[in-house]
């Protein structure tokens, strides 16, 4: 993708940084957030990446062009609070639409945390929608399950509604140099703590790494279409969360130990067919995305072979 305007929501964030770094050098980039970050709004801003203040929450569109080639709805709000998180991710999105309904095409990203939890089912995008972070005893993001349905109701009107080409694309585990839920739990085997899985293991996920979210996104703009087009977006290769966190203790050199219960998330792993047969599978296993993480973080440890 080249010589395009693309806008995207939330640059400073996990998945969306690395996007916006990798655009900008080639494509004209206006990233909005609220940038209360003024050394992650220098970066973006010395990428090349023009930076306008925007709270998301407020709907307020007044200092954001409109002419823009693609837009990328990466920007995720978990304040824990209803009302905040509704109006940044599902209001907010749908007069983000609505601003920018000349588009070529817009890209909303979702997760397979919409996906009713199902034993260790690997979801389809046609499969039974549900809280998947309604888990008794986990205060863990309450509001990220409900507002991604909702929000991906608020997509698909506004594709019909303003005849805007839409992609809706369901993201399962994003890592990478820029961190991610993997990151989290090399973290804990350094520091010898057990990490919560589920009882009903493996844990099973199809994570994906940024550089494979970064070469798909101008695939998945070539699939917008109205109504919306609706796909899985992960790794093609499924592991599990005990899987992996043993391969990073073993890399480390120190050995990943887990408890088990019913408190954490259920397995969400996918199906990836449909995401084959729009834009072909993954380039980066699991292992070597996971292991250029660890020396990306860790730069002063010595690998294990």
């Known amino acids: ?173 994003p890592y990478g140099d820029n961190g991610g839920w993997p990151w989290m739990h090399l973290e804990q085997v350094l520091a010898g703590q057990p990490i919560a899985v589920h009882n009903d293991a493996p844990s099973n996920y199809n994570p994906i790494h940024e550089d494979d979210i970064i070469a798909t996104i101008p695939k998945l703009l070539e699939h917008a279409s109205v109504p919306a087009t609706i796909v899985n977006w992960g790794g093609s290769e499924m592991t599990s969360i005990e899987e992996w966190s043993t391969y990073l203790g073993e890399l480390v050199d120190k050995p990943a130990a887990f408890v088990n219960t019913d408190q954490v998330l259920e397995s969400v792993a996918i199906d990836t067919t449909k995401m084959h047969e729009l834009i072909g599978p993954t380039k980066v296993h699991w292992k070597d995305g996971m292991r250029r993480m660890v020396v990306a973080f860790h730069p002063e440890l010595e690998l294990k072979a």
């Open 1 to 173: 993708m080249k010589g395009k305007r693309i806008l995207i929501t939330g640059p400073t964030g996990q998945v969306a940084k690395p996007v916006a770094l990798a655009f900008a050098k080639e494509n004209e980039v206006v990233g909005i957030a609220r940038f209360n970050d003024t050394n992650a709004r220098a970066e973006l801003e010395k990428a090349g990446i023009n930076c306008i203040k925007v709270d998301l929450a407020s709907g307020d569109f007044s200092a954001v062009p409109a002419d823009f080639d693609y837009v990328l709805n990466l920007a995720v709000a978990k304040t824990k609070d209803f009302d905040l998180d509704l109006a940044a991710n599902v209001e907010a999105t749908g007069l983000l639409m609505s601003h920018c309904r000349n588009a070529t095409a817009f890209l909303h990203c979702s997760s397979t945390a919409v996906y009713q939890p199902n034993g260790h089912h690997a979801f389809v995008e046609t499969d039974e929608l549900g809280d998947n972070h309604r888990v008794p005893g986990m205060s863990f993001m309450p509001t990220y399950s409900v507002c991604k349905i909702a929000a991906e109701a608020m997509v698909r009107f506004g594709a019909r509604e303003y005849d805007l080409p839409t992609i809706i694309a369901r993201l399962n585990v």
